[in-house]
């Protein structure tokens, strides 16, 4: 009987201190959960209400707009409890350089694409935007393939392998049609 009860004691003991270890473990993760901030840096540079935001004041070159923007997104990373190196990145010309350096990317995509559409030239615009110079090879083969698919439409027009300067005109002019339709769409 003393050993049957001197084992029930020791099983206590050990289910006690089980339960107290566990109770002890949910409670540190529970503070190591409360430290990680619901938010990052990146998300932050990245939320688009910032982005354009920024890529308004950028394209009206107003200096104190860009300025108010980076001081919203350094509110939300103090609001979000985020580290000190990570409010001091914010608070750094370089993360107002990278807002601004993004903007003008995005402003070029922008002016390309109503460029593309509309039939006209790009060289201008990738003299005006060097920081997406990333982006021009590209941006040269949707034109090619856009210039390719207007041959085709005046191969159709005229019926011929070699097409007149009135086909292309025409399919130059549908082109443009089809785009201005697909932007009041």
Known sequence: ?????VVLIFIAITLAGWFIYLSYE???RD????EVPLITVMEILHASDLQQGV???VEQNNESAINEWV??????????????????YLQSKAAKEYLIFNAKR???????????????????????????????????ALIKKRDAIIEQIAVALSGSETPDSAALEAARQQWL?????????
Do not use: C
């Open 106 to 140: 995005q402003l070029y995509n922008d002016a390309f694409e109503a460029r593309y559409y509309a039939l006209e030239e790009v060289e201008s615009l990738k003299a005006q935007y060097p920081e997406a110079k990333d982006l021009f090879a590209r941006t040269d």
């Open 26 to 28: 949910a409670n540190t």
């Open 71 to 88: 001081e919203q997104a350094l509110q939300v990373a103090q609001a979000a409890n985020l580290s000190a190196q990570d409010i001091r």
């Open 55 to 57: 890529k308004l004041a």
């Open 177 to 185: 049609s089809q785009a201005q339709r697909s932007q009041t769409d």
């Open 31 to 34: 503070e190591q959960a409360a």
């Open 1 to 5: 009987m003393k050993k049957a009860l």
